[in-house]
């Protein structure tokens, strides 16, 4: 493990690099129960048991992605977020994430987009992966993003892509992290001043608005999705011109 002080941006006060670990998540979650302070971010280059969504495993090989967790403190100063906000940290996390990948690899304009709640997509494909995960009084926020993953072998049923190939080029690992760091300072910054605008910047990069969709979790919703609350959770209208809510679960885009 190496230990980076960070001078940049104001949200991060350490960076930890593992060579391998199981889940960044763990480990960022069990410095936030040790009483660490909020900003430390840790950066693995390969994950053996990360964790997605609902429980699901997801493992990538060394060199091939950005892997990074966040502990945060939201109900803190300079910009507090009260927990009835914390909702809004996966759509945060989205927005910065979409606008390091532009940033970081021009090629991607106009082809990325967020599949609410947590996903990017490269032309409808997924790319990236955000699961924010709260216990007592901090957050972790991980970010895994599929950066060069060329000959990788896929497991079977998988559907992925990668920035690299997505563009047919390197993809520089470090500046993505650097604009990923610099943006989720300025998102987590405008969340705390201002709540209601993280849906208002999150909504033109969402690609699940305007689409069929099933939102699958215990009663599932199919219908299509036609705007998100002011809390960030998405709103479905079915066939019979009724909004249905829908607080968390997946959303599969119906082609």
């Known amino acids: ?145 599929n950066v060069d993953w060329r000959g990788v072998q896929r497991p079977d049923g998988l559907l992925a892509t990668s920035l690299a190939e997505a563009v047919d080029g390197p993809v520089d690992r470090w500046a993505l992290l650097e604009a990923l760091l610099v943006r989720l300072d300025a998102g987590y910054r405008l969340a705390g001043l201002d709540p209601g605008g993280v849906v208002r910047r999150y909504v033109p990069d969402c690609v699940t608005l305007g689409v069929a969709v099933t939102a699958h979790g215990a009663a599932p919703v199919t219908g299509t999705a036609v705007g998100l609350t002011p809390d960030g959770h998405l709103r479905i209208r079915d066939e019979d011109g009724r909004d249905h809510v829908v607080t968390a679960g997946d959303v599969e885009h119906l082609r």
């Open 1 to 145: 493990m190496v230990d980076l002080l960070v001078g940049g941006p104001t949200l991060v006060s350490a960076v930890r690099w593992e060579p391998t670990v199981t889940s960044t998540n763990e480990l960022v979650a069990a410095a936030g129960q040790a009483g660490t302070p909020e900003g430390l971010v840790v950066v693995a280059d390969r994950q053996t048991a990360g964790r997605g969504r609902r429980g699901r495993s997801w493992e990538a090989p060394a060199g091939t992605s950005l892997m990074l967790s966040v502990l945060l403190r939201p109900s803190l100063p300079p910009a507090p977020l009260p927990p009835t906000s914390w909702p809004l940290l996966p759509l945060m996390t989205g927005t910065a994430v979409v606008e390091a990948c532009r940033a970081v690899v021009p090629g991607l304009a106009g082809r990325v987009g967020l599949k609410w709640p947590n996903d990017l997509l490269v032309e409808g494909v997924k790319a990236a992966g955000i699961l924010v995960e709260s216990a007592g009084d901090h957050v972790v926020v991980g970010v895994g993003i």
